[in-house]
């Protein structure tokens, strides 16, 4: 597909695991990313993935890629009231003007019951 | 360290009017990229700027147009508004552009843009 695609909604309950998954367009992929947007916000990097790594680990957060089936997966341990908002994967890769361009999914609505 | 300014932050426009927005990138930083978002169509991309030269482009019509100074400042314009054009206009800079490196983008906090 040419969408980068995300569920649109995920609800949890505090304390559990979030699991956010992203299915994105090109194997050729160089650098793939998660990003957080809180309500009147931009958007804030959280963590990226290069292509040649299959998983990555960082505080709470777990980025498992599968080139194969080229999906993207965000797991948030843990999952806090302050992790409610809008988290978008994004993929980077070379245009046909030998550019480097992100696109972005459509963002997945984390809500995070107390 | 500064963040990526966008100015101005809430805006109401009429219908056929035009409007500019500003984005000061983060110090250092060559590249801005534009990204219109709508809860309808998520995040468009607009274009991306570099060193003063406008390096990418959406799928967006003519009436959206941008520029950027030598001191890395962009500004993007729209002409001739029209209703759907009513979205959060986000400005993103990296160090090189298209962001393929494990910095990824800085994005400004956006432009509320209201057409009426």
């Known amino acids: 597909g040419e969408d980068v695609e995300q569920s649109l909604f995920l609800s949890v309950r505090e304390g559990d695991s979030s699991v956010i998954n992203c299915t994105y367009t090109?194997?050729?992929?160089?650098?793939l990313y998660w990003y957080k947007q809180e309500p009147g916000a931009g958007l804030q990097l959280l963590t990226y993935i290069f292509s040649n790594m299959d998983m990555k680990q960082d505080q709470r957060l777990t980025v498992l890629l599968n080139k194969k089936d080229k999906h993207l997966s965000l797991r948030i341990a843990d999952t806090q009231t302050g992790d409610s908002a809008i988290y978008f994967c994004a993929e980077s890769l070379r245009d046909s003007g030998g550019y480097q361009k992100v696109t972005f999914g459509t963002g997945t609505k984390l809500q995070v019951i107390p | 360290k500064a963040g990526v300014t966008q100015t101005p932050r809430y805006l109401i426009k009429t219908r056929g009017q035009q409007v500019t927005l500003s984005c000061s990138p983060i110090?250092?930083?060559?590249?801005v990229s534009w990204y219109q978002q709508t809860p309808g169509q998520g995040l468009q991309f607009l274009f991306e700027?570099?060193?003063?030269?406008?390096?990418n482009k959406g799928n967006f019509p003519g009436r959206f147009s941008g520029r950027q100074f030598s001191n890395s400042r962009s500004e993007m314009n729209v002409s001739t508004l029209e209703l759907g054009d009513s979205a959060l206009y986000l400005c993103?800079?990296?160090?090189?552009?298209?962001?393929?490196?494990?910095?990824?983008?800085?994005f400004g906090s956006g432009t509320r843009l209201t057409v009426v």
């Open positions: 110090s250092g930083h060559r590249s």
């Open positions: 993103a800079s990296s160090l090189e552009g298209g962001a393929a490196t494990n910095y990824g983008y800085t």
């Open positions: 090109d194997s050729s992929s160089t650098y």
């Open positions: 700027y570099f060193s003063e030269t406008q390096r």
